[in-house]
């Protein structure tokens, strides 16, 4: 079965960070979804899709707190910010 990224590639001639291109993560659980794509993601492009284009949600309040700082440290380690 292909992948996302490879629809978005083949049928629409974008990638996931692409603008126009939203990431949704409705479950969160402890971020590592999230923090696997932002690894993916171009350096040039990682300021856009972080700020603008993803969305991660987590109705667990443990798991949602988890999921926030591993994902604002994996983008810390990325960029420095």
Do not use: W
Request: charged content about 20%; some cysteine; overall charge negative.
């Amino acid at each position: 079965m292909p992948s996302v990224a490879e629809v978005l590639e083949k049928e629409f001639g974008k990638s996931l960070s692409s603008p126009g291109v939203y990431i949704i993560d409705p479950c969160t659980g402890t971020g590592n979804f999230v923090v696997n794509l932002l690894r993916h993601m171009p350096g040039r492009d990682l300021p856009r899709v972080y700020r603008d284009q993803l969305f991660a949600n987590e109705v667990m309040l443990l798991p949602y707190y988890i999921a926030a700082l591993n994902i604002e440290h994996a983008y810390y380690e990325m960029t420095g910010n």
